[in-house]
């Protein structure tokens, strides 16, 4: 349970890039059909960024808007983190750049890399901050741009990912506003192959590689115990929870986690099939779109869960 200064959602915001490609696109250049994709994975179409748009420019957009929807200048942020697997460059951090894109001339900056659990593993490390008294306001960011490191001849895994970027504001809360209550983060290490960006013999570029079939048993398997532990000890039931942001990596993931935790699915907002699998973004964006259509109610409790590379999971439980 998080203890210290309360923490809450200043204000959310999201870019996502112009350049769509459809299932039936993919049908031209791969042996695939949308029948398949959308049975699959629940996925229609996904964006992709422009070739001179980097991980930063997705990222400064989507922290741009969260400012904007939190009201406080980039003076007063004391840290940016961008969660992302995709950063423009392994040094400087991506997070740099933005800072200095968005004149936050008081915030410190780094890249969280923690597969499509980044942003969640993002603001858990911001919670700490912000509840612990060394930071008031700080800007998470996921960002991704995928269009690099996909494999454009493997039908089994560059269907699936889209670029994008979610951010959020978190600041010291005041009384009678949201306030995150617990988070856990967690990994099997063990099972780190099952995802990678890395690089390959023959291959210039490091190169997305995943076991699509173990990485589906791998959740299907550990989130849905994960969660219901989580629920436990926070002191919440599932059916208790308002409302479900969740990383859209596969609906048949989240309505199997639904079935198993007995939640309707009206509980929650989908948008894989517009978006894909944007990763570290996923979270944020799906938080942004909740914000703007306002499926988060005052007083609502609200479970984030995400999981990815690593192979990590994570949940956070906030009061609206
Ligand atoms: N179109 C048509 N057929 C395909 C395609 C495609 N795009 N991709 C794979 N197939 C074929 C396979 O070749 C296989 O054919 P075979 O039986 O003749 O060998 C068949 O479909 C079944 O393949 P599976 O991989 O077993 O398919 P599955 O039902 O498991 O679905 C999927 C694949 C969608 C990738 C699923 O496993 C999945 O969603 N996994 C989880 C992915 C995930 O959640 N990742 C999150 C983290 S990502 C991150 O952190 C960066």
Known sequence: MISGYPVRIA???????????TNFDFEKILDTSDEWIVTRTGIRKRHFAAEDE???????KAGLAAL??????ASELDLIIVATDTPDTVCPCTASKVQGMLGAANAGTYD????????????????????SGIWKNVLVIGSEDF???LDWTDRSS??????GAG????????????????AELKADGAKHALITIDKEEGREDPVLRMHGAEVFKFVNVHLPPFIKNFCEESGVEPSEIGFWVLHQANTRIIDSLFKRLGVPTERTLMNLENYGNTSAASLMVTLDEAMESGCIKSGEKVL??????GMTLGAMLYEA
């Open 112 to 131: 969280v890399l923690a597969g499509c659990t980044g942003s969640l593993t993002a603001m858990t490390t911001a919670i700490g901050g912000i509840a």
């Open 68 to 73: 904007e929807d939190a009201g406080i200048a």
């Open 54 to 60: 980097k991980c930063s420019d997705l990222a400064y």
């Open 304 to 309: 984030f869960m995400a999981f990815g590379a």
């Open 147 to 149: 269009a690099g490191v």
């Open 11 to 21: 204000g959310t915001g999201r870019y996502i890039p112009e350049k769509v490609m």
């Open 158 to 163: 560059c269907i699936l990912f889209g670029d």
């Open 167 to 182: 951010a959020a504001v978190l600041s010291r809360s005041e009384e009678g506003k949201g306030h995150f209550i617990a």
